[in-house]
């Protein structure tokens, strides 16, 4: 029996805590610096707070994995306005996160269990995104051995969707993740995680499927769901502003290099060794 | 045809209060245009037997509607004493999240699906006027 925790809670849940967070870990593109929160800083915060024992790790509390995670997108970390708005609301945006409580010994079992988890979310009039957030999921090994899992089973679709070759890691391959959602329709899939080969908004604290788990209003020719359709409570010129903002701040920190491996339809970017290790 | 959307207790999402349902007794060309006018992105075709799906799956593509056959739902209908099923829950679900028409060839086929999550139910052929204003 594969077990995940259900977290229901807000990242102000922790405010008090995530107030004595400082951000160590960044990058720098096109000669402008981003400092982004590792899941080393969220810990040292939540250990600070006295909410985690002293000599104990994040990864072991999985609310407080959750809640990082889940600050960090609303610190708009992951380049994406509307995103940063839902998480920081996510109870009423329809943002769910289930914590996976063990590692990925069985690829084919872990593959099972979540989406036998997603099933009945994508019915569930409320739900908006599930995210599977695996605290324990840190080598591209393993995460890739879980979506070659995931490729066969019937609701959903793993594809390679180009090669890349990125300096100082080689070949990386990127991997569109698709999960089957109602009328007909294919969602895309957001993957997030400390992988060499993954573009400067998806370096998650933990790994992360985020799963958008609607069809869109209408039906769209291509049959394909995207986070985009969430509604939000926008006027028109609102709802542009950010989408311009989103824009420029993806651009600023993936820069042309990084574009492709960031892409709404790649899931993960990781080393092609790893890829080819497990769908060998 | 009164409220379209209701504010749940969620600041963005809203839900649906309304099921509409059609009989079949117009051709698919004029269904399909009733969908159009009153703006409906879901039609659920709840009829045991369907010779024209295909045709109205066509349309519905056309208009930019989504369509599902869903022939379960007329179950209760026919067996009154029966307990609605996934096919009612599911079917009550896409409701809360789109503007859904079923389309049915008896009466009753809707209510036990709009009863499930308290949606009233809207008779489009006994609707009085259209959502369009039409100059005299």
């Not at chain 1, 969707?161 to 698709?178: A, F, T």
């Not at chain 2, 096919?87 to 503007?99: L, N, T, Y």
Request: aromatic share 6%.
């Amino acid at each position: 029996m594969i077990d995940f925790y259900r977290w229901a809670g807000e990242p102000s849940d922790f405010s008090d805590a995530l107030a004595g967070l400082r951000a160590s870990g960044g990058y720098r593109v096109n000669g402008r610096t981003f400092e982004v929160p590792t899941r080393e800083d969220y810990e040292r915060a939540f250990v600070e707070h006295g909410l985690i024992s002293l000599g104990a790790t994040i990864s072991e509390y999985a609310e407080l994995a959750a809640a990082a995670q889940a600050d960090w997108h609303a610190g708009g970390n992951d380049g994406c306005v509307f995103a940063a708005a839902l998480s920081a609301d996510r109870v009423n945006s329809g943002w769910e996160t289930h914590v996976l409580l063990e590692g990925v010994d069985d690829a084919a079992g872990v593959a099972d269990a979540i989406d036998a988890l997603c099933r009945p979310r994508i019915a569930a009039p409320e739900i908006e995104v599930v995210s599977v957030l695996m605290p324990a999921v840190d080598d591209a090994d393993t995460l890739a051995r879980l979506l070659s899992r995931l490729s066969p089973l019937e609701h959903w679709n793993v594809r390679e969707r180009g090669v890349e070759d990125v300096q100082g890691i080689g070949s990386v391959v990127l991997l569109g993740v698709r999960a089957e959602v109602e009328l007909g329709h294919w969602a895309e899939v957001l993957g997030f995680g400390r992988f060499a080969g993954q573009g400067n908004t998806r370096l998650a604290p933990f790994t992360e499927l985020a799963i958008r788990v609607k069809e869109p209003p209408r039906p769209r020719s291509n049959q394909r769901a995207y986070m985009a359709d969430i509604e939000m409570d926008l006027d028109k010129v609102e709802f542009g502003r950010w989408w311009h903002e989103t824009k420029r701040g993806r651009a600023e920190r993936l820069g042309a290099e990084q574009d492709a491996r960031a892409k709404g339809r790649v899931t993960f970017a990781l080393e092609q060794g790893a890829w080819e290790r497990s769908t060998g | 045809m009164g409220e379209e959307h209701g504010m749940s207790s969620s600041t963005r999402r809203r839900y649906h209060r309304s099921l509409y349902t059609v009989a079949n007794a117009r051709t698919p060309q004029d269904l399909v245009a009733l969908l159009i006018e009153e703006d409906i992105e879901l039609l659920i075709d709840a009829r045991p037997a369907a010779p024209d799906d295909g045709r109205l799956r066509s349309l519905c593509a056309d208009a930019n509607t989504y369509y599902a056959v869903r022939p379960q739902l007329a179950r209760l209908a026919e067996h009154r004493d029966a307990e609605p099923d996934e096919h009612h829950a599911w079917a009550a679900a896409m409701a809360m999240r789109h503007r859904t028409c079923v389309l049915a060839d008896a009466a009753g086929v809707a209510e036990e699906t709009a009863a499930l999550v308290g949606l009233r139910l809207v008779d489009l052929d006994r609707s009085p006027a259209p959502i369009a204003l039409t100059m005299p």
